[in-house]
T-cell receptor, first 116, second 114 residues
Framework: AQKITQTQPGMFVQEKEAVTLDCTYD???????LFWYKQPSSGEMIFLIY??????QNATEGRYSLNFQKARKSANLVISASQLGDSAMYFC?????????????FGSGTQLTVLP | DTGVSQNPRHKITKRGQNVTFRCDPI?????LYWYRQTLGQGPEFLTY????????KSRLLSDRFSAERPKGSFSTLEIQRTEQGDSAMYLC????????????FGPGTRLTVL
């Protein structure tokens, strides 16, 4: 079984500063994918970034980067130069890449508030 | 390039009534997923289609829930005899069968059962 743990229910960051959102995971699958989604108050889940378990380099996507530490089973999201529009709920998720199961397993999320 | 759409966006119903939600995936995506999200939690998987075949169902999907994707395009999720515990956001996602299989979500349908 897969499990995602996000230990920060809420985080605050000053506008233009960088922030790290923590995510640890547990799985016995050797091949898996890690995803981060943003959910604004409107409710839509917006895909941000993907990291595969066999990827050699940490994923980056614009202001988003993923600090992937496989041995520690952590996949922290780093947002650089925070903007007011970054205020939202952020979810870490994972899924097995080789098995037949296709569903994502989500963490409980971190509510990020960017302060002006 | 249109994203995933869901209708209705909000639904208020009385306990015991039946409700049906619709999801239109991104046009070229062959996989479609339904999730349920309650307040303060991450989404929980309900069911998954590849084309028109329903390949996986969560134990969360009781016999009051049924989902279809008749022509491999849009999907419907029906809840019969709604209960107050069914109040939640119902999210639909779609993906294209590739290695990362990234799922793209719609705006969700918020169900309130009175």
């Amino acid at each position: 079984a897969q499990k995602i743990t996000q230990t920060q229910p809420g985080m605050f960051v000053q506008e233009k500063e960088a922030v790290t959102l923590d995510c640890t995971y547990d799985t016995s699958d050797p091949s898996y994918g890690l995803f981060w989604y943003k959910q604004p108050s409107s409710g839509e889940m917006i895909f941000l970034i993907y990291q595969g378990s066999y990827d050699q380099q940490n994923a980056t996507e614009g202001r988003y980067s993923l600090n992937f530490q496989k041995a520690r089973k952590s996949a922290n999201l780093v947002i650089s130069a925070s903007q007011l529009g970054d205020s939202a709920m952020y979810f870490c998720a994972m899924r097995d890449l080789r098995g037949s199961a296709r569903q994502l397993t989500f963490g409980s999320g971190t509510q990020l508030t960017v302060l002006p | 390039d249109t994203g995933v759409s869901q209708n209705p966006r909000h639904k208020i119903t009385k306990r015991g009534q039946n409700v049906t939600f619709r999801c239109d995936p991104i046009s070229e995506h062959n996989r479609l997923y339904w999730y349920r999200q309650t307040l303060g939690q991450g989404p929980e998987f309900l069911t998954y289609f590849q084309n028109e075949a329903q390949l996986e169902k969560s134990r969360l999907l009781s016999d009051r829930f049924s989902a279809e994707r008749p022509k491999g395009s849009f999907s419907t999720l029906e809840i019969q005899r709604t209960e107050q515990g069914d109040s939640a956001m119902y999210l639909c996602a779609s993906s294209l069968e590739l290695y990362t299989d990234t799922q793209y979500f719609g705006p969700g349908t918020r169900l309130t059962v009175l």
